[in-house]
């Protein structure tokens, strides 16, 4: 990289954690807020029984020469815990919350100290619930990528029961995904973490915004690529792909006759001249003869807003939505390959931050006006869409994401018994975007992408 890091730098609070003192290790002090372009309310976390556990978002970049010493001590950490016989599981059953009690809650508070979410104050053999465990599984949920709810819900079981051996084996396969990215990455540089469902800018070594990202379907996955963004439509027209015409757009029609006029989606044949909905015949595949174009509208367009290009071979870019609800969902595999961006507009201003006659005013004056606008960034920005599903931070926080891709190369998660959890940690209804969230129309719009 341009700046050589010293592994002297490396944080303390990593380097003197053990597998006995893995708690007090990661209650150490957190670090101060990233600077960035405003408060974004999903972040907000907040512990008032133990303030000390909380998850502060990281102005240290995922990919950078810090996050990848830490992650090499986070593996030193699990080494040990894994020789000392990993941690217990907590058994299935009821929901816990505060208030609950029971045999599971004491198995509960043991597996929270094994792996530093529970202050030792709390580490004891009490059957019940209370606010100190409830801090513990938010703790817990922040570092796994779930809601902090700071309730034991099935997903946040199914992360608990996973082995202290699975949970190295995924640091170390990851170590060598953050090595490849140790290079020169440019002084100002986005990532979007694919299983994270997050994306980072980053300007001179230290996190600018953070935002959080939908990302591609399983089966629609989102790629992992090195590109640049280059230029920014607002107020953007939608042509809907080919493959959205056959899997989303017919069934639709089928189901609703009124659906391309209640989205504004306009049809046009070969010579470029709008035809009626009921010109074709939607029990057929006459549809895929035509070009659907839907109208600007941060209401139903499936752009939303704004539209960043970036170079690629797959068709793909990131985007607004109308859909803001869905990033108040912590199972946020949604689109059909594209990258939504939660305050996008944050986004944008510093993507075009040194392109001249772009100022926030002027961005939203862009936006408002409803016309399609083009900027051109002065100079194209380096993105990097990667698939990071384990790292480590210098305050001490070690993350973990679910292999939603299956990329990792491991069989299935496995709890400390060698039960499997797949099923666990499959998304169910909960887990799934609320449809029509914040769109002002109450409809749903057309899966949106390449």
């Not at 600077?35 to 974004?40: C, E, H, L, N």
């Not at 990792?408 to 400390?416: E, K, M, R, T």
């Given at each position: 990289m341009a700046k050589v890091f010293d592994r002297a730098r490396r944080a303390p609070a990593l380097a003197a954690v053990s597998g006995l003192g893995l708690a007090a290790a990661f209650a150490a002090a957190l670090p101060a807020q990233a600077?960035?372009?405003?408060?974004?309310a999903e972040w907000a976390q907040r512990y008032d029984a133990a303030p000390q556990l909380a998850v502060s978002r990281s102005n240290t970049p995922v990919l950078s020469q810090p996050t990848l010493y830490a992650t090499e001590q986070a593996i030193e950490t699990y080494r040990k815990i894994v020789a000392s016989g990993g941690w217990n599981t907590v058994p299935a059953g009821a929901t816990l919350r505060i208030g609950s009690n029971g045999p599971a809650v004491v198995a509960l508070r043991k597996r929270l100290a094994a792996s530093g979410d529970l202050i030792d104050a709390a580490v004891n053999?009490?059957?019940?619930?209370?606010?100190?465990?409830?801090?513990?599984?938010?703790?817990?949920?922040?570092r796994h990528g779930l809601l902090e709810t700071g309730v034991v819900n099935k997903e946040t079981l199914a992360a608990l029961n996973t082995s202290a051996d699975f949970r190295l084996h995924q640091l170390?396969?990851?170590?060598?995904r953050l090595r490849s990215y140790s290079g020169n990455l440019g002084e100002r540089f986005v990532m979007a973490n694919i299983p994270a469902m997050a994306i980072e800018t980053v300007e001179n070594g230290t996190v600018a915004t953070h935002h959080a990202a939908g990302v591609g379907k399983i089966d629609r996955q989102s790629p992992v690529m090195m590109t640049k963004a280059t230029d920014i439509n607002f107020n953007p027209y939608w042509t809907v792909p080919a493959s959205i015409i056959r899997k989303?757009?017919?069934?639709?029609?089928q189901k609703n006759p009124n659906y391309l006029t209640e989205h504004k989606i306009r049809i046009f044949d070969k010579e470029s001249r709008e035809i009626s909905p009921s010109q074709i015949n939607w029990n057929s595949m006459e549809a895929t003869n035509?070009?659907?174009?839907?109208?600007?509208?941060?209401?139903?367009?499936?752009?939303?807003?704004?539209r960043i290009n970036i170079a690629n071979p797959y068709g793909v870019?990131?985007?607004d939505t109308p859909e803001k609800g869905v990033f108040g969902d912590d199972f946020r595999f949604v689109s059909s390959g594209c990258i939504r961006i939660q305050n996008v507009r944050d986004y944008v201003a510093w993507l075009l931050k040194d392109t001249p006659g772009w100022t926030r005013p002027q961005i939203d004056e862009a936006i408002r006006s409803g016309q399609r606008i083009d900027a051109k960034l002065a100079s194209p920005v380096p993105v990097y869409w990667v698939y990071v599903t384990a790292w480590a931070t210098p305050d001490g926080v070690i993350q973990f994401r679910d292999d939603i891709y299956q990329r990792?190369?491991?069989?299935?998660?496995?709890?400390?018994s060698g039960a499997p959890l797949q099923e666990a940690i499959q998304p169910g209804p909960q887990r799934t975007a609320a449809a029509g969230g914040g769109n002002a129309r109450g409809l749903a719009p057309v899966a949106d992408e390449e």
């Open positions: 600077a960035g372009f405003g408060d974004q053999a009490s059957p019940v619930f209370d606010s100190f465990v409830e801090a513990g599984v938010k703790r817990f949920q922040a170390e396969i990851n170590l060598v989303d757009l017919i069934p639709k029609m035509y070009r659907y174009r839907q109208d600007p509208g941060g209401d139903v367009n499936s752009l939303g807003v704004v870019y990131m985007h990792d190369g491991l069989p299935q998660a496995a709890d400390a």
